[in-house]
């Protein structure tokens, strides 16, 4: 089974107050952990600069001032900033713990949103930018990983339009790039994708920059993607500056003109062209989500009207023009002016003073005309024509408007898109699912159905497969078990407690390790076994190391440990321990095994036949050989005896007696 390694910062106390309890994310310029506020009992967001930023003097002074200003921010969709200080000599920002998921998790779940849904948001990313803008703020960095969106309070999964939007990293982007302008040649502080043009051509940046940005965003919760890529950054940063933002209707067919225009005001590559700050963008957003809900009631209503047999008075005349029905007309509005032709004359019913309603002489007039063959071939050529009208009408409204849906299920989105154009048809789409058999962006299934009855040009809805549902697990060392259930359930996966383990470095009642370990891929339903911390093992590790091993045997067994001894060669006296296995101060429990590796000592040395050679040459050799020669008698003579004997295994600095005359 494999043990993650946990963060060396998770358990610790911050400034006294803060204990970090888990890692959130890890970014370019900082990480996020959750913590909880000793102090005042909640849980918070702490950000923790990287060691690479810093050692930058000039950041850490503009991060400072930067965080001072941030906090003044007060708005209920700003993030934000309770504390700042400084830990282990990296600066960090304590935050509000926003408990929802980034825009950028709501895209790749969701792939795009419907124009209601991507206005509420952007409506509220917007009112947090022109607070910050009016308080002399410019982001520089709007992106989806920067906006938080909250549960919704009215509850319900996907309720998109009532959550609670929060944007997060003011004045962050600023303070790096200030101190990376001087050596780095200016270097460009943006996620390329939603770079505002100016920033490419000459890194300056105002509000305008902001609005740019945020309508790149409003681009890609529309259509599912940003409108340039790639092959390098560079690349895609220039296209901003050559090239204008496409209406987002070119790629998603049916969203609003008003929509498409909001995109375009919001990308013009001409900063003078956009709107001034957030505030006026947020202005024209609200307008537009106005004019939204209007259309949408207008709709409803023709909706209700037609569903209902309306009589519309008729002008008599070949030519006249119908008059706009009472319920159709604009307050205050008369009657339409005759037209310039005459109209037909109105039968004078003064003649029937003595037959109300001309029933007698109707008759009359009816017998004549049937007396005639002419007129009774003319009145047969009304009936059939009549019936023909009918019939033609009968035939439109029941089958002619109408024709046969293609069959687009089993086709990948590009060929559906491409099938159902040709037809001159419309697409849209449903909730996309998961399937195991069928893979992401195939159609799953259509409405209506292959063959069924649909009018001429119009909408055929398609729900895209997900793929097989599959979730990784997530890094939830440091987190209490109870957060950790949280993350795990959240990813359909059951949860498994294993026995809870001693740990050096997680407090008590944190989780440990998983099992299997962390970016493993899971399928729904599968069981994640979670240990959890005991704290630190009540027995501490004495070092031995460098100690003889029965000293170090002896220390260990009275504290109720169990050495194991394995011996290795080693340059070290023979009999000294070496190394040990749990290292000093690890906690352990009672009976555990301490593991030592004790030398062996060095390599001997052979002596060799020193008898007949000079004196003086024999101690040079001895002393070549790393042994110590002790010369007896006549120290010029020839030695005529050693102690050791040749081919004697000695260790190394023994002394070796040569006797001379």
Known sequence: MDIQVADSLLGTLVDGRYRIRGRVARGGMATVYTATDERLERTVALKIIHPAQARDPEFLERFTDEAKTIARLTHPNVVAVYDQGRHAGLPYLVMEYVRGHTLRDVLAQRRRLNPGEALAILEQMLAAIS????????HRD????????????????????????????????????????????????????????????????????????????????????????????????WQHVDRDVPAPSTLVPGIPPVVDELVSRATRRDPQARPTDAGAFLSAVQV???DLGAANANTALLRQVSDRTVTIPRVTGPTAEPARPTWARLPGQAEPPPSGRRRAPEPAYDDYDDDPGGKGKLAERYRMVMANPRGRMAVAASIVLVGLIFAISGWWWGMGRYTVAPQLAAMTKAAAE???????????????????????????????????????????????SLGAERYTVPDVAGMTLQLATTELQERKLQIVKGADRYDDNLPKGTVVATDPPVDTETKPGDKVTVFVSKGKAPLSVPRVVGKNVNEARNELIALGLEPLISYKKSDQPRDTVTKQTPSDGAGVEPGAKIELEVSEGPPQVVVPRLIGLPCQQAVQQVQGMGLTPNPQLNPNGTVFAQQPNENTPVEPQSQVVLFCN
């Open 288 to 290: 537009a989500r106005d």
């Open 142 to 237: 709007v992106k989806p990983e920067n906006v938080l969106v909250a549960e919704a309070p009215s509850g319900g999964p996907g309720n998109l339009v009532d959550s609670v939007v929060k944007v997060a990293d003011f004045g962050l982007a600023r303070a790096v790039e200030a101190s990376a302008t001087d050596g780095d040649g200016g270097q460009l502080m943006a996620t390329v994708a939603y770079v505002a043009p100016e920033l490419v051509t000459d890194g300056r940046a105002d509000p305008r920059s902001d609005v740019y940005s945020a309508g790149i965003v409003l681009f890609e919760m529309l259509t599912g993607r940003v409108p340039y890529d790639g092959a390098q950054p560079v690349e895609v940063a």
């Open 418 to 464: 491409q099938q159902a154009t040709r037809g001159g048809f419309t697409i849209a789409y449903g909730e996309p699912q998961f399937d195991e058999t069928v893979e992401k962006d195939v159609v799953l299934s259509q409405q209506p159905a292959a063959a069924g009855r649909i009018l001429k040009g119009g909408t055929i809805t398609l729900v895209l």
């Open 131 to 138: 607070a910050a803008h009016r308080a002399g703020l410019v």
